[in-house]
């Protein structure tokens, strides 16, 4: 079995998107990496793969901007984690 890619979340100051997006990993206790999306070169990197929205969600070749609920899903699907959020899972 390979690695799971490593899930890079570029976000901004005061962003709700990116709150969210940060939230729903966690609580569904997918590991993520949190960068900021002002860093040098990071926006006109994500403007040019045509992302223009924030977080810009980075998952091996996979990029997105926004919150995508449904992109979320299907990363924990693939990532094999439970369907449960991770507060909601009895520690055994």
């Not at 729903?24 to 206790?29: G, R, S």
């Not at 993520?32 to 070749?61: C, M, N, Q, W, Y």
Request: aromatic share 6%.
């Amino acid at each position: 079995m390979s690695p799971q890619p490593t899930v890079r979340v570029y976000s901004k100051p005061n962003c709700m998107q990116c709150r969210l997006t940060e939230k729903w990993l966690t609580d569904h206790a997918v590991p993520f990496v949190h960068d900021s999306a002002e860093a040098d070169g990071v926006a006109d990197a994500a403007r040019s793969l045509g992302v223009t929205a924030a977080p810009i969600v980075v998952v091996g070749d996979e990029v997105w901007g926004g919150f995508r609920p449904d992109l979320l899903e299907q990363l924990r699907d693939r990532q094999g984690v439970g369907d449960l959020p991770f507060h909601l899972r009895r520690s055994r």
